[in-house]
């Protein structure tokens, strides 16, 4: 099967122009267009590889003309034909985006060299973009941590929905990593070389998000002193992330389905369709099916959204993916900061396993940092009681509030009588060390195979003061 020319739209007032280049390039398929407004027609119809824009011509200028094709499409490749003397207009149209300039009258064979070095650079720039995208798209799955069976699950849904145009809602708490999901989706899509256009629903006044969505005219409301794309505009042919759909008011609820259905919707204030194509990730903490129960969310649009759903485990349903995710922010965080902290101590990593993280990794994240910028697991003790939740107590072995006061089993809670214990036991050992080595911090510090800073923690902590002579 013959391969497709690469197709090229001459736009010239010179019918000559594209004849002669048509007999004369037998590689290419050659698409002429007599002035300004038929040229943007033919590029928009056929979709070229390359265009020629001759700069003088009736009507719209070549300059406009190429202001309005690199406005529709930044990446298109322009090569600008012009006549003697007009330097200052090759100049501007090389300011505008244009790849090369050709000077009439030209030899057929120098227009051909002209258009493979323009193409072939193309190439390479769309090489070395698909390159950096498959390396963000693997720095993004790396930044993905977890090997639970919950998460394995999870990255499986990811691998198989990833290069598919199904639209995704990706549902859990805050913190649990929508976001990096979304980003993960995108840069493992085809479309990872194009936008990926993030969008807080919950962050944005309703009175504006429509006009952040969507853009507006000029003169559309009090302060619109220009015309504005909207984000879907920026999204084209990419990934459009909304995080916190659920809050997105109910009358903007009918546009993005139109969207969704149509791939087309009106600015603010306009009358145009404006046609996108763009793939959505929706995000939410919310109970979807509450809020479509008490008439918060459309169920047609929630459908048509969640053709693939995500549920992203809290941190506290996976414990065992703690210790991998404290050596990733352990790496992190001593690259970022010129540290060399290594791990944690066992019992903080009991403690942070068995931690209820209403944060999630969000909150762990956090916690690890100011280890490694303080260089001390010490204080992650202090960390966790300050995060509320101290101590994740199974639902088996849970004592209401209402009822456990003055109750039999109150004080019986496994996890607490342990951590009480072994509390007691840390602070005897630690003033046992420090009495044998006269108060030699240092000394005991190794003795107890601790950091120096770990054990003046503690010593604050628990209260241990040195005797008085």
């Not at 085809?190 to 629903?201: D, I, S, T, Y």
């Not at 204080?379 to 006061?405: F, N």
């Not at 003033?431 to 120096?452: G, P």
């Amino acid at each position: 099967m013959a391969k497709d020319k690469p197709k090229i739209v001459v736009i010239d007032d010179d019918p000559k122009v594209p004849w002669i280049l048509s007999e004369g390039l037998e590689d290419f398929e050659i698409v002429g267009a007599r002035d300004g407004v038929e040229g943007i027609q033919q590029v928009s119809k056929i979709k070229p590889n390359l265009v020629l824009l001759d700069i003088k011509m009736p009507g719209l200028s070549g300059l406009e003309v190429l202001q309005k094709l690199k406005a529709a499409d930044g990446g298109l490749d322009v090569i600008m034909l012009s006549g003697h003397g007009e330097t200052k207009n090759i100049v501007e149209s090389i300011r505008h985006g244009a790849s090369e300039f050709i000077t009439k009258p030209f030899d057929v064979r120098e227009v051909e060299i002209h258009i493979h070095n323009v193409l072939e650079k193309s190439r390479l720039k769309k090489e070395v973009s698909h390159l950096k995208s498959e390396l963000i798209a693997k720095r993004q799955y790396d930044t993905f941590v977890g090997d639970s069976a919950r998460m394995l699950e999870v990255k499986n849904i990811i691998e198989q929905v990833a290069d598919s145009e199904l639209s995704v809602v990706i549902r859990g708490e805050s913190g649990t990593g929508k976001e990096i999901v979304a980003r993960m989706i995108h840069s493992l899509s085809a479309r990872r070389a194009e936008p990926f256009v993030k969008v807080n629903c919950a962050a944005i006044p309703r009175d504006l998000l429509e006009a952040e969505l969507f853009g507006y005219e000029k003169g559309a409301f009090t302060g619109a002193h220009k015309t504005k794309p909207g984000r879907f505009e920026v999204a084209n042919k990419g990934t459009m992330f909304l995080d916190e759909i659920g809050d997105m008011p109910m009358e903007l609820q009918s546009k993005l389905l139109q969207v969704i259905e149509q791939h087309e919707f009106v600015r603010v204030g306009g009358i145009q369709n404006i046609h996108v194509d763009v793939r959505i990730v929706c995000a939410t903490n919310k109970d979807m099916e509450a809020a479509i129960a008490q008439h918060q969310m459309r169920d047609d649009l929630f459908y048509r959204l969640n053709e693939v759903a995500i549920l992203l485990p809290p941190l506290r349903e996976r414990p065992e993916d703690i210790p991998l995710l404290v050596a990733h922010f352990l790496s992190r965080y001593n690259a970022l900061y010129g540290k060399k902290f290594q791990s944690v101590s066992p019992d903080n990593m009991a403690r942070m396993q068995g931690f209820h993280w209403p944060g999630n990794v969000r909150q762990l994240e956090n916690v690890i940092k100011q280890v490694v910028v303080r260089e001390d697991d010490g204080i992650i003790p202090s960390l966790l009681s300050a995060g509320s939740g101290m101590v994740s107590i199974p639902a088996y072995a849970a004592v209401s509030a209402s009822s456990s006061a003055g109750s039999p089993a109150a004080g019986y809670a496994l996890k607490k009588r342990v951590d009480d214990i072994v509390t007691r036991e840390e602070k005897r050992v630690i003033a046992e060390v420090l009495q044998k080595t006269n108060w030699n911090r240092r000394k005991a510090a190794d003795i107890l195979e601790i950091s120096y800073r770990s054990l003046l923690y503690k010593i604050k902590e628990y209260r241990i003061n040195e005797p008085q002579l």
